[in-house]
């Protein structure tokens, strides 16, 4: 029934329901799936909180359980779906990011570890986003050598992320503005050495 619940969209009845399956029958062979399902009604409720406190108590009560995966990945989505957009704080980007890591590492080779992984890049490039708009403001503000450190932040961090070539022109540009021509030729020539394909490149 709480399946039903579940799969009809219902999740204030579905949660009762286990609540009380949970409550009351603590010995039945199947009240691991049951805590489970708990978690994935929560998330797909939108309580992204509440479904990472269930899946958490699934792993600390079963541990080993088959499903672990399962419940590891559910803490790894419900946390990123915490993250902020890039221009706020990245507190649970940072914890989506290792929570997901874990899940790559520990069940390599289940289909969870790919999902995480790719919840783990997906992360990456707006924690690479969020460093490259930081170096955008102290630019616009001539604060050259911050915009610097933020730009270098993202070209060393996060090569693979959309925004490393632009951050490279940012180290360009804003050791020009201060006059460091040699500084500038290098961010030059490793933009050309990492993008050369890049639409930065080829200006």
């Known amino acids: 029934m709480a399946t039903e619940r579940f799969e009809s969209g219902d999740h204030g009845e579905a949660i009762q329901m286990l609540d009380r399956i949970l ?17 994935d009604v929560y998330y797909e409720r939108g309580d992204y909180l509440t479904a990472r406190s269930e899946y958490t108590r699934f792993i600390d009560r079963y541990a ?14 419900s946390l990123a779906s915490l993250a902020p957009n890039p221009e706020r704080d990245q507190g649970y980007t940072q914890e989506a990011i290792s929570s997901c890591r874990n899940v790559v590492i520990d069940f390599a080779g289940n289909p969870a570890s790919a999902e995480a992984a790719n919840i783990s890049n997906e992360l990456r490039h707006t924690l ?35 925004f490393a070539a632009a951050a490279l022109v940012g180290v360009y540009r804003a050791n020009l503005e201060i006059g460091y021509e040699d500084e500038a030729e290098e961010a030059i020539e490793l933009l050309l050495q990492r993008y050369p394909d890049s639409d930065e490149a080829s200006q």
């Open 23 to 39: 409550i009351a029958h603590g010995d039945w062979n199947r009240v691991a799936d049951a805590r489970l399902m708990l978690g």
């Open 64 to 77: 080993g359980h088959p499903r672990s995966a399962e419940a590891s990945l559910g803490i790894c989505k």
């Open 128 to 162: 690479a986003e969020k460093e490259f708009l930081t170096g955008e403001f102290y630019f616009r503000r001539n604060i050259w050598d911050a915009a610097i450190k933020y730009y270098e932040f993202v070209a060393n961090l996060y090569p693979e992320s959309d």
